[in-house]
């Protein structure tokens, strides 16, 4: 059978039946909320140690990566939050988790899992491999700045009415829950030492990437709640524009002036066009914000994506 279809194989096992069995199990009241926590924390805190280093010990560094860097740091992650912020704070400003939800769920895109799988369908194996090193760099920023942005939110909205909001800004800015950060940097060192991975590693990290995907998805879908969405899909909407018009339009923009190899261009365009992410879900329930909206903007995003946005895509780029 040819390599498309396993790799959609997988997504199916990896993406979609985690989320189906997620929702099944919070249906029935089989687990309860503080199991996925849990598994959301072990993913965290343990498997993505072995994948971010795992990750960045591959990785080949050339001057394309950093123009990635640079995509998925600045152009998907931290500009449309800075587009986001101005509705945060006229509409949701009083209510701190509305405002945390939605401006974190801005700058979470679905890179790594529905881009990857899609850049590989449309422009094969080498756009899979540029859309994956962009994932690897938005981990980055959001165990770096989304997760302290959240406990801060958290902390604010935790301290209510009080006359001054003293932030601990030790918690705020580390926590075990960037641990994957530091596998990162080790992984890149070792890269640049050009330490040759051994070849039980591979197993390893093959395996671990599958376990964080259930350990990372099946809580989420334990976690939607599409009655709640409902109520947050006026919300949900007023990101469309910024991530599907404004985002997409600079990322080509920005790989023209750039580069001047097509498929780079695709890709990056690719990459401004992705939805928001589970990733969104799973900060915002971590940190005890308005998963609602971080639901709603997932959802309603996502379907545009798949049936409005990627056609139209490959209509034009491919």
């Avoid at 700058?107 to 990857?116: A, D, E, K, V, Y």
């Avoid at 940097?185 to 591979?202: K, T």
């Avoid at 780079?264 to 969104?280: F, H, M, R």
Wanted: aromatic share 14%; hydrophobic share 55%; glycine share 6%.
């Amino acid at each position: 059978m040819s390599e498309t279809f396993y790799r959609i194989l997988f997504i199916f096992i990896d993406v979609i039946l985690p989320l189906a069995i997620g929702y099944y199990l919070h249906k029935y009241k089989i687990i309860s909320v503080n199991v996925c926590n849990f598994l959301l924390k072990v993913n965290i805190r343990f498997i993505m140690i072995i994948i971010g280093l795992g990750s960045f010990w591959l990785i080949k560094i050339d001057h394309n990566l950093f123009l990635l860097a640079f995509v998925g740091i600045i152009l998907i992650s931290a500009l449309p939050g800075i587009l986001a912020y101005p509705y945060a704070s006229w509409h949701l400003g009083k209510n701190i988790r509305n405002k945390g939800a939605y401006l974190l769920s801005s700058m979470l895109s679905n890179t790594g899992i529905l881009g990857g799988l899609c850049a590989y369908i449309a422009m094969g194996q080498l756009a899979y491999a540029y859309v994956q090193v962009t994932g690897m760099v938005q981990n980055i920023f959001t165990l770096s700045f989304c997760f302290p942005l959240a406990e801060y939110f958290h902390q604010k909205a935790t301290a209510g009415s009080k006359a001054k909001f003293q932030p601990h800004w030790r918690s705020i800015l580390i926590s075990w829950n960037q641990i994957g950060l530091l596998s990162m940097f080790v992984g890149a060192i070792l890269n640049i030492c050009e330490v040759p991975r051994p070849d039980v590693f591979d197993p390893i990290f093959n395996a671990s990437v599958h376990l964080g995907a259930w350990f990372g998805i099946l809580p989420v879908g334990y976690l939607l709640n599409f009655k709640a969405a409902r109520l947050y899909k006026y919300i949900a909407l007023a990101i469309l524009p910024v991530r599907f018009i404004i985002i997409p339009v600079l990322a080509f923009i920005i790989a023209t002036i750039f580069t001047d190899d097509k498929l780079l261009i695709s890709v990056i365009t690719l990459i401004g066009l992705c939805p928001i992410g589970i990733n969104a879900i799973v900060v915002t329930q971590l940190y005890k914000l308005n998963t609602s909206i971080a639901e709603a903007i997932f959802l309603i995003s996502t379907a545009i994506f798949i049936f409005i946005a990627y056609p139209i895509f490959l209509f034009l780029m491919v």
